[in-house]
């Protein structure tokens, strides 16, 4: 029994120092995760300013068959939608929240991945209030993986600048949160 006990404590020993070298490996690995994250808050940044820049700039085709683009809509602010034609109950019940106009801004649809046709049968069914743009060069549509759409930016159009985006809402609370958030920048006076 007495050849035992320091036995024993070189064994406590060794898995303390075990558990201590696994603790450290996992400080590491979370440290290099949020050195990752906030190395991509930038990109995230420019991502979005690259899409408000493309989102402004380029013709859009409406249903009509009319080119437009939104840097030419009238209104200061813009609320845009990107957004494939799909019926994902959520997708289509955070869309439907949304009129033509919310405050001072104008709201618009630019749909994904369809033609003129497609989004004319989307439109019968869906609950959308809003004109709906397609993207028929594409460009959105190689940006936005399916699971970022709905992706929404409100705009501010005289500057160019974005105001306020967000990806897709599954939960009802965070719809009515987003909603909440443009109401409040889109009825406040500049």
Not at 28 to 49: C, I, N, P, Y
Not at 130 to 156: C, M, N, Q
Request: net charge positive; with cysteine.
């Amino acid at each position: 029994m007495v050849f035992e006990k320091p036995a024993m404590k070189g064994n406590r020993l060794r898995s303390l120092v075990a558990l201590l070298l696994a603790l450290n490996v996992v400080l590491l690995w979370r440290f290099s995760v949020l050195k990752h994250r906030l190395a991509q808050m930038s990109t995230v940044s420019e991502f979005t300013d690259s899409l408000a820049r493309y989102v402004l700039t380029q013709p859009f085709r409406t249903l009509d068959g009319r080119l437009i683009q939104l840097s030419e809509i009238p209104e200061p602010l813009l609320l845009v939608f990107i957004f494939r034609p799909t019926n994902c109950p959520p997708c289509l019940q955070e869309l439907s929240l949304y009129s033509k106009r919310i405050g001072r801004a104008s709201v618009y649809g630019i749909g994904l991945g369809t033609n003129e046709q497609e989004m004319r049968l989307f439109l019968q069914e869906s609950p959308l209030q809003f004109p709906v743009l397609i993207d028929e060069e594409g460009w959105l549509s190689g940006r936005l993986p399916d699971a970022w759409t709905p992706f929404k930016l409100l705009l501010d159009r005289a500057v160019g600048r974005v105001l306020l985006r967000g990806g897709p809402n599954a939960h009802a609370t965070d719809q009515q949160r987003f909603l909440d958030r443009v109401n409040q920048l889109v009825t406040t006076e500049p």
